[in-house]
């Protein structure tokens, strides 16, 4: 049965904003409505650029098919050898290159530039070759491991593929849409892929690992009803509410500091943070991914879908807006 519509209104940028209302937010209705913090005035991008491949180039399984072949991460500047070490899938040709232990990028092992790492021959495009020369040493190259989690089984570990996933849809560029739609489908259901709100950005990111958020969760409320909210419960609504997502990082996730500057735990491309754009209101009411891109601020921008006239795109948020909680899949 279709749930009943909740009439609310928003403020963005100090002007109300009344609607029958779909938000990445709460959809209860709140009498003193807050103003939103401010985005910048535009998406912040870095000025970095690919020196390499144009893109991954890897056979990524998951969400937009169509757009693998654009998908590209950029790995930090001034990158030191000692930090780095990579995993060799010869059954899938396939190198993942960490960095201080995680997993940052995956290389495609059928190019025709041959690099020679100890005793291994590695056979990568010449982009790749040129990137990964002066990085790798043989001590620290090690054959894949079972051990590592990867729910859809293509060889890229889950929150890698939760980055590449987050790159997709910033490639995609769906419209902020509020207003209720059908999810006519489940499991595997979504929204048509030209519309989102900020919690959509997650749902499709994280089903690029092979998770399904709408199934995993509604199967959660199921086993734990006490511990979401007491509108939980559907399946066409639930992933696409920041508050009814919480419980199911809380539980299944690893819990991340939500320090920004803590050198124990920093910052990991593919973390999803919740956010406080609503100040005088305490409470997560957006939701977004770590990117591997740093923005102006020297911070990695935030990949998200903002509100009403953006779309999902790469931000530079965390010096404006109060990261409450970080999670991460667990790798």
């Known amino acids: 049965m279709t749930p009943p519509r909740v009439p609310g209104s928003r403020f963005f940028l100090g002007v109300a904003l009344p609607l029958i209302s779909i938000s990445c937010g709460s959809l209860e209705a709140d009498p003193a409505v807050p103003t939103r913090l401010e985005a910048p005035a535009a998406p912040q991008i870095s000025r970095e650029t690919h020196a390499g491949e144009s893109c991954l180039g890897v056979s990524d ?15 930090p500047a001034k990158l030191a050898k000692q930090r780095v070490s990579a995993r060799v899938d010869a059954a ?164 991340r500091t939500a320090k920004l500057d803590d050198p124990d735990d920093p910052l990991r491309p593919g973390d999803v943070i919740l956010m406080d754009t609503f100040p005088s209101k305490f409470g997560p009411d957006h939701i977004g991914i770590i990117s591997d891109t740093i923005g102006e601020s020297g911070l990695p921008l935030v990949i998200n879908n903002w509100t009403v006239g953006y779309v999902e795109s790469e931000m530079d948020l965390l010096t404006s807006v109060p990261v409450l909680y970080r999670y991460r899949l667990p790798e």
Do not use: M
């Not at 998951?62 to 991460?73: P, R, S, Y």
């Open 92 to 255: 899938r040709k396939l190198l993942v290159l960490a960095i201080d232990g995680f997993p940052r990028k995956a290389y495609p092992l059928d190019g025709t530039a041959k690099l020679v790492v100890g005793t291994r021959e590695l056979a990568l495009r010449p982009g790749d070759r040129a990137e990964l020369a002066p990085l790798l040493v043989a001590e620290r190259i090690t054959d894949a491991s079972s051990k590592s989690r990867d729910h859809d089984k293509d060889g890229i570990p889950d929150p890698l593929d939760v980055l590449i996933g987050a790159k997709k849809t910033v490639l995609n560029g769906a419209a902020y849409t509020e207003g209720w739609t059908d999810i006519r489908q489940y499991p595997g259901g979504d929204v048509p892929r030209t519309q989102g709100v900020c919690t959509d950005v997650i749902v499709r990111a994280v089903r690029n690992a092979g998770v399904d958020l709408q199934k995993e969760l509604h199967e959660d409320i199921k086993r734990a009803r006490a511990v979401y909210p007491k509108n939980a419960g559907n399946w066409q609504i639930d992933q696409r509410r920041v508050l009814t997502l919480l419980p199911y990082f809380q539980r299944h996730w690893e819990k």
């Open 61 to 75: 399984k998951g969400v937009f098919g169509d757009l693998d072949g654009k998908v590209q991460i950029t790995l």
